[in-house]
Every structure is written in structure tokens, then in C-alpha cells.
């Protein structure tokens, strides 16, 4: 009797729970940093639960033109911060960056914030000395942590930064090289490349 009474409940529950599903906005396709968007960027997904952040399907039109602050992928369901109205200002380049424990401040590094971009020797580079890449870069997007809020496992933090473009090779190679360093820098310091709306 029991084991028929928990199955029921297990069944209203899950009832329950589909009852709950919304579609929201996801990605169809691959699209870098700086990207306008098109309807064809985008597909309808369902969830439910903790999706408060998320953007309706019934808002998708609302994101038509807008520009991408960091690179998104297939099937990725997305917020608000993932866009902008503003495009890639003149000069300037958006670069992706993955950061493990070490490579960031525990605090979290969100969009807006201005950080200083530093590579460091690898492992088998004795001697060599750190050098600044960029000196003040916006952060446009970011998304994961250094440390699980909850067990403080170590993750990974993925930012966008928006660098100069003559910059933007030699941050992508140390990035993809995973010798970069970010520092928080406070919140009145110029960028290097500010955006057209004259942020930073």
C-alpha cells in the first residue's frame, strides 16, 4: 500500500511539474561574440523550475538586432546579459577567455567590469616574466564561477572581454594557451575601449 501511494504522488508530482513547462529563447547554431542576432540564431526550448533569468519565446522578437556579448552555443537557453544593443565599438574586439582557480578573483566578475589583462609564463617557461596584454578591458559577458558556490569545488569561469583589436590576437593565443590572468580593477577605471554609449 505504501509503495502504491508513493508511486501516485510520484506521478501528481511530475504532472504537476510538466504542467509548469514554458518555452524559452535557446541558440540554433554556433554564434561568436558580436554577433546580430537573426530569427534564424534561435529555437524554441522548454523547461521548467528555476528559470527566472531566462527570455520567453514570447519575448524573441525583443532580441531580433541586438548583438551577442559572448559566444553562445547550440541548445544554450539564454538571459538578458547574453545580449546588447550597443555593437562592437570601432577599435575594438570581443575574445573569450576560460579561467580556472588562480586565475581570477573568487569574487565574481561580472558584466561591466573592468579587468586587467595579464598573461604569465607556462609551466615550462623558467624565468619568464608575466607581461599586461591589456591594461583595462570591459568584461561584456561571463558565466561559471572559479569556485561551486555550494561544495567549492573548483569550475571554470568563462568571460568575453572587449580588448583592443591589435590586442586581440595575442589575448586569444594566451587564452587558448591558458596562460592568462585576470585582475579586478575598481569600477572607475577608463577601458582601453570604451563602448559608444561611453561606458566605463
Not at 519575448?59 to 556579448?69: E, G, W
Not at 553562445?72 to 544593443?85: A, H, K, M, S
Not at 583595462?136 to 559577458?141: D, I
Amino acid at each position: 500500500m505504501i509503495l502504491i501511494l508513493l508511486g501516485a504522488a510520484g506521478s501528481a508530482l511530475i504532472a504537476l511539474r510538466s504542467g509548469d513547462r514554458q518555452d524559452f529563447v535557446a541558440i540554433s547554431e554556433p554564434i561568436p561574440p558580436g554577433h546580430k542576432i537573426t530569427k534564424d540564431d534561435l529555437a524554441r526550448g522548454d523547461l521548467a523550475g528555476a528559470t527566472k533569468a531566462l527570455v520567453l519565446w514570447s519575448d524573441a522578437d525583443k532580441l531580433i538586432d541586438q548583438y551577442t556579448t559572448s559566444a553562445l552555443y547550440p541548445g544554450q537557453f539564454v538571459t538578458e546579459d547574453n545580449f546588447t544593443r550597443e555593437p562592437i565599438p570601432p577599435g575594438g574586439a570581443l575574445v573569450g577567455v576560460s579561467l580556472e582557480s588562480g586565475r581570477a578573483p573568487s569574487e565574481p566578475i561580472q558584466p561591466g567590469d573592468i579587468v586587467r589583462v595579464i598573461r604569465v609564463p607556462a609551466a615550462n617557461q623558467d624565468g619568464a616574466a608575466p607581461s599586461v596584454l591589456v591594461n583595462a578591458a570591459e568584461v561584456t559577458g561571463s558565466a561559471g564561477a572559479i569556485a561551486d558556490s555550494k561544495t567549492n569545488a573548483n569550475t571554470t569561469l568563462n568571460v568575453t572581454v572587449l580588448v583592443p583589436t591589435e590586442r586581440s590576437t595575442v589575448v586569444a593565443a594566451a587564452a587558448a594557451a591558458k596562460t592568462l590572468v585576470l585582475v579586478k580593477l575598481s569600477p572607475a577605471t577608463k577601458p582601453d575601449v570604451a563602448r559608444s554609449n561611453g561606458g566605463g
